[in-house]
């Protein structure tokens, strides 16, 4: 059964930093692109970041691009987004998500998200 | 940034048909996914390369895509459809980047 934890999610303040952590299992985890997507309260869904099956191809969105820096680590199966510069606009629930397909172009599994709260 | 635009709400009564729409320039050109979300869950993918269904989603559930207009059809609607639906694209035509529909709030009347 293929499962996604993320975790790291806390309360940090306007300028801040902070590193979610998503640990994979039940899948043959450097097989696979891996994003980040999040969801604002009460907002729809808004793509964040991707990082290759091999950690050699990342992509940002315009919104977090040189603030935030996707990376993973296949000996611990294990998908990271480091937060800097952090913004009350960055609050909301991140989710890790698995890719699915030849073309990584959707994804097929969800984690149940860490909630990320800037505020003062 | 290419953009992707869905009708704020559908209602539809049980048993009914519902039609949500996704409208893109060209949308047809590029492979369309959809998502069930319900309130304090996670997505759940429910159709995906346009029109396949993963494993576990009824068949109630289908999709089509042409020109301008992407839509998801749920037939023999139920209260358990009553959740958001978002459509999504990958778009690598200037640089890479998911795109996310502005999402669809289905209510089962």
């Known amino acids: 059964e293929v499962q996604l934890v993320e975790s790291g999610g806390v309360v940090v303040q306007p300028g801040g930093s902070l590193r979610l952590s998503c640990a994979a299992s039940g899948f043959t985890f450097d097989d696979y692109t891996m994003h980040w997507v999040r969801q604002a309260p009460g907002k729809g869904l808004e793509w964040v970041s991707l990082?290759?099956?091999?950690?050699?191809?990342?992509y940002y969105a315009d919104s977090v691009k040189g603030r935030f820096t996707i990376s993973r680590d296949n000996s611990k199966n294990s998908l990271y987004l480091q937060m800097n510069s952090l913004r009350t606009e960055d609050t909301a629930l991140y989710y890790c998500?698995?890719?699915?397909?030849?073309?990584?172009?959707?994804?097929?599994?969800w984690g149940q998200g860490t909630l990320v709260t800037v505020s003062s | 940034s290419y953009v992707l635009t869905q009708p704020p709400s559908v209602s539809v009564a049980p048993g009914k048909t519902a039609r949500i729409t996704c409208g893109g320039n060209n949308i047809g050109s590029k492979s369309v996914h959809w998502y069930q979300q319900k309130p304090g869950q996670a997505p759940v993918l429910v159709i995906y390369?346009?029109?396949d269904r993963p494993s576990g989603i009824p068949e109630r559930f289908s999709g089509s895509n042409s020109g301008n207009t992407a839509t998801l059809t749920i037939s023999r609607v139920e209260a358990g459809d009553e959740a958001d639906y978002y459509c999504?694209?990958?778009?690598?035509?200037?640089?890479?980047?998911?795109?996310f529909g502005t999402g669809t709030k289905v209510t089962v009347l």
């Open positions: 390369y346009d029109s």
């Open positions: 990082i290759s099956w091999d950690g050699g191809s990342t």
């Open positions: 999504q694209v990958w778009d690598s035509s200037s640089d890479h980047r998911g795109v």
């Open positions: 998500a698995k890719s699915g397909g030849d073309s990584g172009s959707y994804y097929d599994y």
